[in-house]
């Protein structure tokens, strides 16, 4: 049996497919409300193919508790945010979930971290925790997880997968496990590597990222087209520019960078800019608003709507959005009353302001900033009517009333 601890974006979805692959998987929350709603037969977000999965989890038998169970296999994936201050890890989260773990785990168990950490946090933080209860017998793993939100269900099935494991016959016993579901290859090294290689990843696509949005701002600066230059350099067999937005969000890429300049901040240097230049976005995109609106005569901030509160299309997290970073340094630009929210993934009230119906946003509105590109918009203006739009992430087509980044 395998106890999946944490069943968040990640586990729950991880801990579902395991069940509907046969393995007898319990899984574990500390937030009550979510085991019920989960033992109540509903899921907690919305995800493609997330639905159909539960249903086949729980008919092979896959259950929810808020208790750890005594069993030989533990998945930890619990949040692992970083201190602002210092950009390190905070493991407080993996910590405690592998103290209660260890209140309950038989001799011999194995704890796999599927959380992110940063690259030594495992012997850093966690191998102390075993050490201090005399646990020496129970053996350590890391298996990051790769999964894109809106795609998660087919990413587990199709992703190819790495083990960090404390020695090569429990990295293949963990091996075994995830090619229950997995197809793609799954790579077995020890846990140091296997740490560093997740945020290495991570930190891939935030540079790479960075360097499109600062390609935005430069283009912009001098009345050049980003988009037609990037088209271009483009058909060059040796280039892949990404195509510029309104930041970084989600719990992955604008967290796991931070580890590395935490630790190493003499050294991370291009890392560190990238980051910084992400995070700048939502204040640019707020100063080119402001530009839209002067040049479209529009003077009333209150007519101007947001349009996606998630981080991504299609999805319903709202962690670190670029909207929510965009709406705390609203203020200072578009000065007046807070603009109108809308996304209709996003459900539940997160923010002031915050409508419910596309109606209700469009009512009253001349302009709108599209932050998201979610799909019933997606090369769609006429979805907005014929308001003035900024369309943050290039997904409006092209017309009189659309402008770019
Ligand atoms: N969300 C993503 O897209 C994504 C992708 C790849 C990797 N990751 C990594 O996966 C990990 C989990 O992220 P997530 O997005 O699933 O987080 P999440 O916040 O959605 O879920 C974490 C869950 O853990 C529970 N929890 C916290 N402490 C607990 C404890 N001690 N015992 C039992 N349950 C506990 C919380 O109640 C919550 O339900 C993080 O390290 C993240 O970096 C996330």
């Known amino acids: 049996m395998i106890n999946v601890i944490g069943l968040g974006y990640i586990g729950l979805p991880t801990a579902l497919m395991f069940a509907a692959h046969g393995v007898e998987v319990v899984g574990t929350d500390c937030d009550a409300e979510l085991v019920a709603t989960l033992n109540a037969g509903r899921t907690t ?107 998660m269900v087919g990413e587990l099935l199709r992703n190819n997968r790495t083990v960090g494991a404390d020695d090569p016959e429990t990295g ?118 402001s530009e839209v609106m002067r040049e479209s005569g529009i003077t009333d901030s209150s007519k101007v709507g947001i349009y996606g509160l998630a981080y991504k299309e299609d999805v319903d997290d709202v962690r670190e959005s670029p909207t929510l970073q965009m709406l705390e340094s609203m203020g200072r630009h578009l000065a007046g009353s807070p603009c109108k929210v809308y996304d209709p993934w996003v459900e539940r009230d997160v923010v002031p302001n915050q409508v419910h119906s596309m109606e209700e946003f469009l009512e009253g509105l001349e302009m709108v900033v599209v932050m998201v590109g979610h799909s019933e918009v997606k090369g769609r203006p006429e979805a907005f009517g014929d308001r003035v739009l900024l369309d943050t992430r290039d997904v409006m087509g092209s017309g009189e009333n659309v402008h770019k980044l």
């Open 45 to 151: 977000f919305k995800e493609e193919g997330l639905d159909e999965l539960f249903g086949r989890a729980v008919a092979a038998g896959a259950r929810f508790s808020t208790e750890y169970q005594e069993c030989g296999t533990y998945i930890v994936s619990v949040p692992t945010p970083y201190d602002k201050a210092t950009k390190r890890i905070d493991p407080s989260y993996v910590v405690d979930a592998v103290g209660s773990v260890l209140d309950v785990a038989p001799e011999g168990a194995v704890v796999v971290i599927e959380s992110t950490v940063s690259p030594g946090a495992i012997d850093r933080y966690v191998r102390p925790a075993l050490a201090g209860r005399g646990r020496g017998d129970v053996k350590l793993a890391h298996a990051p997880e790769r999964i894109i939100p809106g795609d």
């Open 172 to 289: 293949e016993l963990v091996k075994s496990l995830y090619a229950s579901f997995c197809r793609g290859e799954i790579a077995v090294t020890d846990i140091r590597t296997a740490e560093m290689t997740k945020v290495v990843e991570n930190t891939f696509r935030d540079v790479n990222i960075a360097f499109a949005n600062e390609l935005a701002k430069i283009c912009r600066s001098d009345g050049m087209d980003v988009r037609e230059i990037i088209r271009i350099a483009n058909k060059h067999p040796r280039v892949g520019i990404l195509s510029p937005g309104p930041g970084v969000g989600g719990h992955c890429i604008s967290v796991d960078p931070w580890f590395l300049v935490g630790d190493y901040p003499e050294l991370a240097r291009l890392i560190r800019n990238a980051r910084e230049t992400n995070d700048s976005m939502p204040e640019f995109v707020l100063a080119r608003a």
